[in-house]
């Protein structure tokens, strides 16, 4: 028992039967950034297994000893990935959220081929079109998922966003479903600690959710 994470996916479900058919299932990833094992470790416990990292280095640090300890754990990278990076992300990452570039891309394909490794990914959407932020343009979207798939192999689960801070996050959850539609991706991933329940109002087939689970960050990201 964990009652924050009891909290959170009440909250979840309350949003699925309210919005979507209740059949529908939305994966929470918990987010561990700036949290180490002693956090972490109730979480587990508790049955939760997705976890999400916004930084390799960081997530080097404290997961390969939890993933001995539990081997289903299925680890999220949901932050920039530098090219010099990816051979320890595909080593330690079981999904890679950010895939924004062609360099990118390519790169995670030689070294899925190298190590045999076939990591899901998610094409990360700058939904706001906001200069400061990652993400592939919204107009680029459709194209950049067709070449993901088609020249790069790469298993695309779907689509992921961060809304522009202190906007209402609906109509950009709306029109990353519009795009997932259009591009033919199922995956969703969309909503955070404020905004999750709106995220599963619009469709998110997962959402990241870090402070309402573990409290608030003490250290910036
Ligand atoms: C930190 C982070 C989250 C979780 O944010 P909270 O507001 O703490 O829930 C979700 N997604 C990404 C990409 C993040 O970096």
Redesign the pocket.
Known sequence: MDSRLDVVISRMNVARKRFTTPSDDVALIA?T?TFDAPDILPLLEAGQRRF?E?RVQEAKGKWPALQTQFSDIELHL??PLQSNKVRDAVALFDVIESVDREKLALALQKEMALTGRNLRVFVQVNIGGEAQKAGVPIDDTIEFVVKCRDEYGLDVAGLMC?PPAGEAPGPYFALLATLAKKAGVVGLSMG???DFETAIAMGATQV?????LFGA?TVP?
């Open positions: 987010v950034k999400g916004n949901i932050g961060i955070m600690s404020g990241r959710v870090g402070s309402a960050r990201t």
